[in-house]
């Protein structure tokens, strides 16, 4: 069985969205470097340092599954209709989407919480590791103890407000560096989580 992993770019105070879910000013270091990475079937096109590069090429290649929550869904438009990496995604919720529940979906709607979601990726993945995603869905994993690591990219920049990745965490989770490596758009951070 793979790791549980998460990542996110998030803001030096701390948001991965600024309001309204604005990713933007985030995600400038995609389009601030000299290497082009294909992603999502080439529907999108990085341009990266050469170390970014490195770190984006092996984040896309680990996960067999993601897990996710509705809002996460609702908000990316369902990623088009395809999951955006490929492979079996899990979204949690109270109530799927009526549109979205037929035999050959891309999404498989877990309404039995956030556990067995992850239970049904982790089948899924089989050797491979299992992507987080949602901010609510990271805490409860979290406090649950079945997240292995967190990879923060880093952004040089303060948005002042919007979605915090870390907000709803009552106990004292430790953490320890396994990565570091600094690029002059975002700063790569990968962490274990000590359990």
Request: charged share 20%.
């Amino acid at each position: 069985m793979g790791k549980v992993i998460t990542g996110f770019t998030m803001s030096l105070d701390g948001f991965i969205a600024g309001p309204n879910d604005d990713i933007g000013p985030l995600f400038k270091w995609y389009r601030s470097g000299e290497v082009e990475i294909p992603l999502n079937d080439g529907r999108f096109v990085a341009k990266v340092s050469a170390a970014s590069a490195a770190i984006i090429q092996e984040w896309f290649t680990r996960f067999g599954a993601i897990v996710t929550g509705r809002r996460d869904f609702d908000v990316s438009r369902a990623w088009g209709g395809k999951s955006p990496m490929e492979v079996p995604m899990f979204i949690v919720t109270h109530h799927p989407p009526a549109e979205w529940v037929y035999a050959g979906s891309p999404f498989n709607f877990v309404t039995t919480g956030v556990e067995a979601a992850l239970e049904q990726a982790q089948q899924a993945a089989g050797e491979r590791d299992v992507l987080i995603g949602g901010t609510r869905i990271v805490q409860q994993l979290l406090k649950a103890r079945l997240l292995d690591e967190i990879h923060i990219e880093l952004a040089p920049l303060l948005l002042g407000s919007g979605i915090r990745l870390f907000d709803q965490l009552p106990d004292l989770i430790v953490l320890e560096p396994i990565l570091v490596v600094d690029t002059p758009s975002v700063t790569h951070l990968k962490y274990r989580v000590i359990k």
